[in-house]
């Protein structure tokens, strides 16, 4: 009986190992794959839109963001709609020129593969009016991104949030 007592939690973890073995049938990995292209091409044909969840300024706590912060990727057009925390070198001159609000019709777009499917993506626009951003993101195929404005006019701010593909 005690032979019995000592080998039942080893024959119970390998019971409940062969079961999850058997339950997989690799159907998951077939829809990972379609995800991680689908997610690909949405980035290559400049197709997406990042929603900001939270900013992080450079010398300030992380600030919790309500929906509607993003960043709109299409293929002639870039509309940003972020906020700025932080200080500004050069105060802007109006209520409207705060954040980092613009669109731009003419910009360098490149996209880089990084470690685990991460595509690293740079955005340089060169008509907004008075700016010389830099936006990098690093979008992760499971939705996941970060993303770090440079300004020269201002510190960094960067944001993490989510990327929705459109249908």
């Known amino acids: 009986m005690t032979v019995f007592k000592s080998l ?15 339950a997989f049938d690799g159907s998951e990995s077939t829809k990972t794959s379609k995800e991680a292209g689908a997610f690909k091409t949405a980035i290559e044909n400049r197709q997406f839109v990042f929603q900001a969840q939270t900013a992080h300024p450079m010398a300030w706590r992380s600030v919790n963001l309500s929906y509607g912060f993003h960043l709109k990727v299409s293929p002639d057009n870039i509309e940003a709609y972020l906020p700025y925390y932080g200080r500004a070198y050069k105060a802007p001159l109006s209520y409207e020129e705060s954040g980092v609000k613009f669109n731009s019709h003419d910009f360098d777009y490149q996209v880089k593969e990084g470690k685990d499917g991460r595509l690293d993506i740079t955005i340089k626009p060169k008509d907004v009016t008075g700016k010389n951003y830099i936006l990098y993101l690093s979008a992760f195929p499971e ?20 990327l929705e593909f459109p249908e």
């Open 143 to 162: 939705g996941s991104c970060s993303l770090s404005v440079q300004d020269p006019d201002r510190q960094h701010i960067h944001f993490n949030g989510i």
């Open 8 to 22: 039942f939690p080893i024959l119970l973890f390998c019971g409940l190992c062969m079961n999850q073995a058997y």
